[in-house]
C-alpha cells in the first residue's frame, strides 16, 4: 500500500473527537463526584413502585376535609396577581428610565439598567429566603419575592420594547413643538401598550407556576400545603394536590394565552 493512498483524519474530524472526549471525561467525573449513578435509578426502581403505590390513588376527600386548602390556591392566585401587577409598573417605570429614547441622561440610563441587571441576576429561592428572614414566612414574603423576580425579568425587556419602537411618529410629533413627555405619552406608549399588556399576562402565567414553588420554601399558597402533606408522609394528599396544581395550571395558561391572543391579534404580534 502506497502512504499516499493513506487519507489522514481531517482537522474537523479531530477537533470532533477531542471535544467528545473532553465531553465525556467532564460528565464521568461530574458522576463520579455527586456519586451519581444512571443505572441505579433501574436497578432501585423497586423503590419508586412502592413510592407509587402509596400516593395512589389521590385522596381527594382532603378538599372537603381541610378548608384551607382553597384558600390556599385562591392565596397562590393572589400573590401571582399581585406580583404581577407591582412588579410590572415598577418595571414599566424603570424601563422608561433604562431606554435610550426615553431617557437622555445617559448616568440614570446605566445606574437604572444596573439595578434590574442586579435584580435579575439573583435567584428567586435567594430572593424567598431573604424575605422569609426579614417578614416571615407566609404569603406576603411570596409576594415580595414575585414583585422583585417580575422587575428583573421584565424590566429589561420591556426597555427594549420602547428602544425598538418606531421613530418616525415621534419625531413628527416632536417637529412641531411637542415636549419630550408629549412623544412618550402620544407616540411611543400606543405603539408599545399591547405589547406590554400581553407580557403581563404571560408574566402572571409564570408568577402563578413560581408561585407554587415558592411556597414550600415557606411562601404561603398550595405550595405550603404540598409541602406540609409531604412533611407528614401523606403521600395519596400529596397526589391530589399536584393534581389540582396541574389542573390549576393548564386553565391559567389557557386564559393567558386566550387573552394575548385578543389582545396583539390572532398570533400576530404588533
Not at 13 to 27: D, G, M, P, Q
Not at 115 to 130: C, E, F, G, K, Y
Amino acid at each position: 500500500m502506497n502512504l499516499n493512498d493513506i487519507t489522514l483524519p481531517s482537522k474537523q474530524y479531530k477537533r470532533r473527537v477531542t471535544i467528545f472526549t473532553i465531553s465525556a471525561v467532564v460528565v464521568s467525573l461530574a458522576c463520579i463526584y455527586l456519586n451519581f449513578n444512571p443505572i441505579g435509578f433501574f436497578t432501585e426502581f423497586h423503590f419508586v413502585r412502592d413510592l407509587l403505590g402509596e400516593m395512589f390513588p389521590p385522596n381527594y376527600q382532603v378538599l372537603a376535609e381541610n378548608a384551607s386548602i382553597g384558600y390556599a390556591i385562591l392565596q397562590t392566585l393572589s400573590m401571582a396577581f399581585l406580583g404581577t401587577i407591582y412588579g410590572g409598573i415598577i418595571a414599566m417605570i424603570l424601563s422608561f428610565l433604562a431606554a435610550s429614547n426615553t431617557m437622555p441622561y445617559k448616568g440614570v440610563r446605566i445606574a437604572v439598567q444596573a439595578v434590574v441587571s442586579l435584580i435579575r441576576v439573583v435567584p428567586a429561592l435567594v430572593i424567598v429566603l431573604i424575605f422569609v428572614i426579614a417578614v416571615g414566612p407566609g404569603a406576603f414574603a411570596g409576594v415580595l419575592t414575585l414583585v422583585f423576580v417580575t422587575i428583573g425579568t421584565f424590566g429589561k425587556l420591556f426597555a427594549d420594547i420602547i428602544e425598538n419602537s418606531e421613530n418616525p411618529p415621534g419625531e413628527a410629533i416632536f417637529s412641531v413643538g411637542a415636549s419630550r413627555m408629549q412623544v412618550i405619552r402620544y407616540s411611543i406608549i400606543p405603539q408599545i401598550l399591547p405589547t406590554f399588556i400581553a407580557n403581563l399576562l404571560y408574566a402572571f402565567d409564570v408568577n402563578m407556576r413560581a408561585a407554587i414553588g415558592l411556597g414550600i420554601f415557606g411562601g404561603g399558597g398550595i405550595g405550603f400545603e404540598l409541602q406540609m402533606a409531604k412533611s407528614v408522609l401523606h403521600y395519596k394528599e400529596v397526589t391530589a394536590l399536584i393534581t389540582i396544581i396541574i389542573v390549576m395550571v393548564i386553565l391559567v395558561e389557557k386564559l393567558s394565552d386566550y387573552l394575548r391572543r385578543r389582545i396583539l391579534g390572532e398570533g400576530r404580534l404588533r
